[in-house]
């Protein structure tokens, strides 16, 4: 339902309120019954106020299940007075505790704005701003549930005290903190989704939904907080609330974008590109680089590529079960800074400031935390890609270069006790120098790279498959150079990915076809948006660049972007580091310390020297946590779940009794709530909603193409007549097959069943020197 939630101007419009359709079949009949659960999550919240205190009510999808949250706004400044009801509420009854809020406020209740997600909570030096999102837009769809691009949000001040002790000084500090807060532009790159979990990865929330109800892994039945941009805007409230997340949106910094492969008329793939940005260490360019004492790099992103045949939209499978549909597939990778000690001054001005080690550490701690972080999140092997420079006239990269080699030759001494799976696979490419040169070509050496890094790292296919490892690429600025090498693992994986679901019998697709044109055109939006967010201007190096086309035409545009970037690191950085510190919590305003504007360095805000003993005492030589090398037990979740098949209505005759629960009532008689049981009961980890039949399908609502997502999709059917899209839109004549990957080593075992499809070729581009 679209409209908006009702007025109430007086008490007779509350009391004759008509209910737009009938209630769904619910846990309670009464409002007192405080264990009463939603079926389906909050989306829209309607606030309302008083003179003296600030009402939220939310309600899920359909606007027929709703939650009430009340706000003091007459306590003392430096508290967040937050009440929540745990009861949950029809259309009516909700309708006689907003006539009774009413009531109480004298007549006073008005509507103070529609909200799409709740973010937190914010405080400088005064009292408590809540932070609400007021526009949205879909941009991809995945599992049935939408993932959305925050557009527009507001602050709302919840103080309604005097002024009293309330100083000039202090009045043009708020102004100021208020200045830098908002200048953190959340309407650009920040998502959510209120029923898929985009901080973690598909195969981590598949995984979640297979593991047994009594598992004793807290961490894989919540967010991923690396990648919860708000999470300080969360803190006032975690104190509080013990189910943050059923009010509060997650959100993430990054880039997402979704795309379609019509594959001759007949079948849909949807390609999903879900970038993730760590906050750990962020910033902007020259003022983040490198690591920081807890093993956080700069410029962190996990980048992760879902291919899906939608056959059918959910996760679930008939034949497989619930949560196994083998319709999805994924691959992860991983970018970040060198992990070491050193940073540029960009005081000299100039457009590129020397490199500078400043701290040389002979056991390499902070970068053996990083790699063994790398071990927790995404298990053994790990690939390193170092495309720095390795000649220079005057030494820069290559003062990194050496360390960074050391660095891993002396982690890896140990590791190889662990056995040879367990050591980094360390990868150094001049990609800057083969670009540049005629004998030397950049796809052919990432063509075969690819093959590796697929043939040992895997790939997930729900329920058939996972992924086991990670490949890290970085360059100087992980930006130019690493987005160029992991589009072409993410066109290699691409190739595999297809090949799983049945679509191409070859992995190796041809640069010019319809499919690589758009995953090119959305990894260049993935590299440009990056670029914005570290380093204040788009790719200068494309794709055309190492592909060695169109070089004269792209020439002034890698001119212009490069003096983007310079004029942004020298004049703008400083500002937009400020603002990330303060969004994320590395200040917080305190009496007589120094204010943000007046600290000489953010250096302390991100490096604590005087901390805990967990990162002081780590072994030098056994580095790495043990727990964090060992095999996961994954394999015997590929198939969980799946004796809860989706069965037609007849067929659910017996109670459900749940683990952990006390519940033998019978199964209600339709068939979306026996589903919403089967699916939705799991132990409280944040966002176990699966109701994508409520958000994705709405019932008894008027629709049409203009509005449906998936129509009005980037899809390969815009540009061309042709219905294959694997076919090269390009006739290269005189070229050989450069499929190397086809000479050098063998195709995955697992993949290597279907025979090679003639139509699906790379070709080798070497272009002559433009007159």
Not at 149 to 171: F, Q, V, Y
Request: proline content about 5%.
């Amino acid at each position: 339902m679209d409209s908006e939630f009702l007025e109430i101007p007086n008490m007779e419009d509350i009391v004759t309120a008509p209910e737009p359709e009938p209630e769904p079949p619910r846990l309670t009949q009464s409002h007192s019954d405080v264990h009463a659960r939603l079926s389906a999550p909050l989306e829209k919240y309607t606030l309302y106020e008083t003179k003296t205190r600030l009402y939220i009510v939310a309600s899920n999808a359909r606007e027929v299940q709703f939650k009430v949250m009340e706000i003091d706004m007459t306590g003392p400044k430096q508290d967040l007075t937050l009440i929540v009801d745990p009861a949950v509420y029809t259309r009516a009854e909700v309708m006689d505790v907003l006539g009774h809020m009413e009531e109480e406020g004298g007549g006073n209740l008005t509507k103070r704005l529609t909200a799409w997600g709740l973010l937190g909570f914010i405080r400088f030096t005064d009292g408590y701003y809540m932070v609400v999102v007021t526009k949205r837009s879909v941009v991809a769809l995945l599992g049935g549930h939408y993932v959305y691009h925050i557009d527009k949000t507001e602050m709302i001040p919840l103080s309604r005290g005097g002024d009293e002790g309330k100083t000039k000084s202090k009045s043009a500090d708020e102004a100021r903190y208020m200045s830098i807060f908002q200048s953190l532009d959340l309407s650009k790159t920040f998502y959510f989704s209120y029923a898929y979990d985009i901080t973690n990865t598909l195969q981590r929330n598949m995984e979640r939904e297979k593991r047994d109800d009594d598992s004793d892994d807290e961490e894989i039945h919540s967010f991923n907080h690396m990648f919860i941009w708000n999470h300080h805007l969360l803190r006032p409230v975690e104190e509080i609330m013990d189910n943050v997340f059923e009010w509060f949106l997650p959100i993430i910094h990054g880039f997402i974008d979704q795309a379609k492969i019509n594959v001759c008329g007949a079948r849909s793939v949807y390609v999903t590109l879900i970038a993730r940005r760590s906050h750990y260490f962020a910033g902007a360019r020259f003022l983040k680089r490198g690591v920081n004492d807890r093993g956080n790099v700069a410029n962190e992103v996990e980048t992760e590529q879902i291919v899906a045949d939608l056959v059918t939209s959910s996760f679930h499978d008939k034949r497989e079960g619930i949560f196994n549909s083998p319709r999805y597939t994924s691959y992860v990778q991983h970018r970040g800074s060198i992990p070491l000690y050193w940073s540029q001054d960009v005081s000299n001005m100039t457009p590129k400031p020397p490199i500078e080690i400043n701290l040389v550490d002979p056991f390499f701690a902070s970068a053996a935390l990083h790699f063994d972080d790398l071990f927790k999140r995404y298990e053994a092997p790990i690939l390193v890609l170092n495309l720095i420079k390795s000649k220079e006239r005057t030494p820069r990269e290559g003062k990194l270069l050496r360390e960074f080699s050391q660095c891993v030759e002396y982690l890896n001494q140990f590791l190889v006790q662990r056995g040879k799976k367990h050591k980094l696979q360390y990868t150094h490419w001049d990609m800057s120098r083969a670009s540049k040169s005629r004998n030397l070509e950049v796809i052919e050496f990432l063509e075969r790279y690819s093959t590796t890094v697929l043939e040992k790292t895997g790939f997930f296919h729900n329920s058939k498959g996972i992924q086991k490892g990670i490949c890290r690429s970085n360059c100087i600025d992980c930006l130019d150079r690493t987005n160029a090498a992991q589009f072409v693992i993410a066109k290699k994986a691409l190739g595999y990915q297809l090949r799983a679901l049945g679509i191409v019998s070859d992995v190796n697709l041809s640069y010019d076809c319809d499919a690589v044109n758009l995953l090119t055109e959305m990894y260049h939006d993935h590299g440009d948006t990056i670029a914005l967010q570290y380093g204040g201007s788009h790719l200068v190096n494309t794709m055309e660049t190492y592909r060695k086309i169109n070089q004269w035409r792209s020439h002034s545009r890698d001119m212009l972007e490069s003096i983007r970037r310079f004029y942004s690191n020298s004049f703008v950085d400083s500002q937009r580091q400020e603002a990330i510190n303060l969004f994320l919590g590395n200040h917080v305003f305190e009496q007589n310390k120094p204010r943000l504007w007046d600290l000489p360095s953010d250096h302390f805000l991100h490096n604590n020297y005087y901390f805990d003993n967990y990162y002081l005492r780590r072994s030098y030589i056994f580095w790495w946590t043990e727990i964090n090398l060992l095999v996961k037990k994954y394999e015997k979740y590929v198939r969980r779940k799946k004796e809860l098949q989706i069965m037609p209505v007849s067929e659910i005759t017996e109670p459900l009794n749940f683990p952990g629960s006390d519940q033998k009532e019978p199964v209600m008689e339709v068939l979306e709530d026996k589903l919403d049981a089967l699916v939705s009961y799991i132990p409280p980890y944040p966002g176990f909603f699966d109701n994508y039949w409520n958000e994705c399908y709405k019932p008894r609502s008027l629709s049409s193409f203009h509005k449906v997502f998936a129509y009005n999709m980037n899809s390969t059917s815009r540009y061309n007549s042709d219905d294959n899209p694997f076919r090269p839109r390009k006739e290269i004549k005189g070229l050989e097959d450069i499929t190397e990957d086809k000479k050098v080593s063998e195709v995955p075992e697992e993949v290597s069943k279907i025979p090679d499809d003639p139509l699906i070729t790379i070709y080798k581009y070497t272009l002559q020197a433009m007159a």
